[in-house]
């Protein structure tokens, strides 16, 4: 039922910026956390930022400062702008949602969560 859909993902220099979007359809987006995962070669996939229903938000130590993740209720739509890219921001990209409601918008544990397929971003020069 729920959908996820990312775009925006390509190729950047180190210490450009990029934002990907994912909108998603099938379900209530304004009652969900959403989330923006990540998955780099060779590692396992991590939680990057999360966003509750109020807009407040959490970062993974390794992106703070650098990632912004934002939403608009209206437009069901989610957001991570990525700036000072390195090399090891290089990964598929995924949102998510929440798997129920009144789960905490915390950054893990993402068990039983909704995906969208993901968006290469590559940081190279």
């Known amino acids: 039922q729920a959908q996820l859909v990312e775009s925006g993902g390509g190729s950047v220099l180190p210490g450009g910026s990029l934002r990907v979007s994912c909108v998603s359809s099938?379900?209530?987006?304004?009652?969900?956390?959403m989330g923006w995962f990540r998955q780099a070669p060779g590692k396992e996939r991590e939680a990057i930022a999360v966003i509750d229903i109020h807009r407040n938000t959490q970062y993974e130590d390794s992106v703070k400062g650098r990632f912004t993740i934002s939403r608009d209720n209206s437009k069901n739509t989610l957001w991570l702008q990525m700036s000072s890219l390195n090399a090891e921001d290089t990964a598929m990209y995924y949102c998510?949602?929440?798997?129920?409601?009144?789960?905490?918008?915390?950054?893990?544990?993402?068990?039983?969560?909704?995906w969208g397929q993901g968006i290469q971003v590559t940081v190279s020069s």
């Open positions: 099938g379900y209530a987006f304004e009652e969900y956390c």
């Open positions: 998510a949602r929440r798997d129920l409601r009144s789960d905490p918008c915390s950054l893990s544990p993402w068990d039983n969560a909704y």
